[in-house]
């Protein structure tokens, strides 16, 4: 099993250019997630997927939309990128949806925006 | 809301143990984690703790939780050049939509000095 995969692994963006971020897991899980990762600030979360269908906002929604396309997939898009966007982006999926230990994470995708 | 803290660094020498506090504050958590990072790499799930422990252990890692005061901690014994990373705490948290959340620390860095 090849776990949680995201694309691209890097990727330049200029101001207001947009883009999607690929996620996919491959572990049958319900749940997923996509955090941020700032220095000195953690994790972040940017939105989730409990099932689904279904998609709720984290702590920091503003500038990204998602899209749970099925039970394997859910990606994000910055329809307007902004430097305050320069991140590394993380998905992660989990087992179901009340219970299970823990989340998996992804490699991650480090975006520069210019 | 639900916060965890951390120290930002620790620096040990080779052979000695580590131990990394962490404190939270959501009395309702279940599970409380341990995850590593590695420079340029996503986030490892080391260990975890189910709410009704006071201490696992396993090979080298330890983690003891005390309630009361809402602090866990992560022991390394023998560290080796290997351990430095950074180490995330993280608390599991119920959200809406029949969901859970995990609040993430900032993450101390560990630097192993050989």
């Known amino acids: 099993n090849a776990g949680v995969t995201q694309t691209p692994k890097f990727q330049v963006l200029k101001t207001g250019q947009s883009m999607t971020l690929q996620c996919a897991q491959d572990m049958n899980h319900n749940s997923m997630y996509w955090y941020r990762q700032d220095p000195g600030m953690g994790l972040r979360l940017i939105y989730y997927?409990?099932?689904?269908?279904?998609?709720d906002k984290g702590e920091v929604p503003n500038g990204y939309n998602v899209s749970r396309l099925n039970k394997r997939e859910f990606s994000l898009r910055l329809e307007s990128a902004a430097p305050s966007q320069t991140s590394v982006y993380f998905c992660?999926?989990?087992?179901?949806?009340?219970?299970?230990?823990?989340?998996?994470f992804g490699p991650g995708t480090r975006l520069l925006v210019l | 809301g639900e916060d965890v803290e951390q120290s930002l660094f620790l620096s040990v020498r080779e052979g000695d143990s580590s131990v990394i506090n962490c404190t939270y504050t959501?009395?309702?958590?279940?599970?409380l984690y341990w995850y590593k990072q590695e420079p340029g790499a996503g986030l490892q799930l080391l260990t975890y703790?189910?709410?009704?422990?006071d201490m696992k252990q396993d090979q080298r890692l330890t983690v003891l939780l005390n309630k009361k005061d809402k602090h866990l901690s992560l022991r390394i014994a023998d560290t080796q050049t290997g351990d430095s990373a950074i180490y995330f705490c993280?608390?599991?948290?119920?959200?809406?939509?029949?969901?859970?959340?995990?609040?993430f620390g900032k993450g101390t860095k560990l630097s192993v000095i050989p």
């Open positions: 992660a999926s989990s087992e179901i949806v009340t219970g299970g230990p823990t989340q998996y």
């Open positions: 997927s409990a099932s689904e269908g279904t998609t």
């Open positions: 993280a608390e599991k948290g119920y959200s809406g939509a029949g969901s859970y959340q995990l609040t």
């Open positions: 959501d009395s309702s958590s279940t599970y």
């Open positions: 703790i189910f709410s009704n422990m």
